[in-house]
């Protein structure tokens, strides 16, 4: 199954390229955030999960991006099958543009091959704004460009598989599935196209019980744009301390540092971007994570059983 990791990093390392034009933001955190690009990983860990992140992209430039992300998921047990539902909240803001999504997502688990494999779908609307009174046309009496705040809204769809095994996962997804297409005004109008995500991971255990390499992979293309982030990190576990710090690639786009831990039973990691452009290394992106997880035993109706966090 290691082979099998490796190819996935390699089709990665392949496919990467600028992502300048994509809708959808990235989040350094992505491996702690797969329900935000992959409905099927919600309540993938058997755990109450909440998940906050903020994104202050290019730092020092005019109207540059920040995203701010907040997201649910838990398991649930009927049945006798094993759910996961999930709700998750976006507000992104690029210059003129603020783009927002809340969305509510299921996922189907059914225990396969010594794993468990899971099919989920994700409902959300879309709500964008264009601030017309930000823009600085060459020709202000422009009709075709709002001079107002003019907003629209529209339904957005994914979906996506997930598989996970022992230590070692894949998922494949698709955000915008139905290609939605947002009036704004009478004058304007955004086109979301698809996005496709491929996503893996491998626990390395070391020989030192407390010390463990989680490599994970993300990769997307939304039918014009590439980007793949290749990742690891060394993490420390010891009762309920865990620290961990670790770096990401992304081909032709940067290089990302991590550091992180666990502060009183919550999670807490920050990460700085470092774009291989022509941005200064003052002008990299800021990411700020925030979690909170606590384990539900499923088997008992009626009952929680809750523990401490354990993050890795």
């Known amino acids: 199954m290691f082979k099998r990791l490796i190819l996935i990093f390699t089709l990665a390392c392949l496919i990467g390229d600028s992502v300048k034009a994509q ?48 997201g649910a998921d838990m398991p649930l047990y009927f049945m006798k099958q094993y759910h996961g539902v999930g709700v998750s909240i976006l507000n992104d803001k690029l210059g003129a543009f603020t783009h927002q999504r809340v969305a509510g997502q299921y996922a189907f688990r059914q225990n396969l091959w010594g794993g468990m494999v899971s099919a989920g779908v994700q409902v959300g609307m879309l709500f964008e704004k264009l601030d017309g009174s930000k823009l600085d046309p060459e020709e202000a009496s422009d009709p075709a460009l709002s001079q107002s705040e003019v907003n629209g809204n529209g339904l957005d769809l994914g979906a996506g598989l997930y ?34 995500y491929l996503t893996g991971g491998y626990n390395i ?12 992979v993300l990769a997307r293309y939304d039918g014009t744009r590439y980007r793949a982030d290749i990742t690891a990190r060394l993490v420390y576990t010891h009762e309920k301390k865990v620290l961990y710090g670790g770096v990401s690639y992304s081909p032709t786009n940067s290089v990302t540092a991590y550091v992180g831990g666990t502060f009183h039973g919550i999670n807490v990691g920050y990460s700085y971007e470092m774009y291989t452009g022509t941005a200064a290394f003052k002008n990299g992106s800021h990411g700020l994570f925030v979690s909170y997880q606590t384990d539900i035993n499923l088997q008992k109706k009626g009952r929680n059983k809750h523990k401490s966090v354990r993050f890795l």
Do not use: C
């Open 163 to 196: 598989y996970t095994h022992r230590n070692w996962y894949v998922g494949a997804s698709v955000q915008h599935l139905n290609s939605p297409l947002v009036e704004l005004g009478e004058t304007n109008e955004l086109q979301i196209n698809r996005t496709y």
């Open 23 to 70: 809708y959808d933001p990235s989040y350094s955190h992505y491996w702690a955030m797969e329900s935000s690009f992959n409905p099927a990983a919600v309540g993938k860990d058997n755990k109450l999960n909440v998940v906050g992140a903020y994104a202050l992209d290019f730092a020092g430039y005019e109207h540059n991006p920040n995203t701010f992300y907040v």
């Open 205 to 216: 255990k070391l020989r030192n019980p407390f010390l463990n390499i989680p490599t994970s």
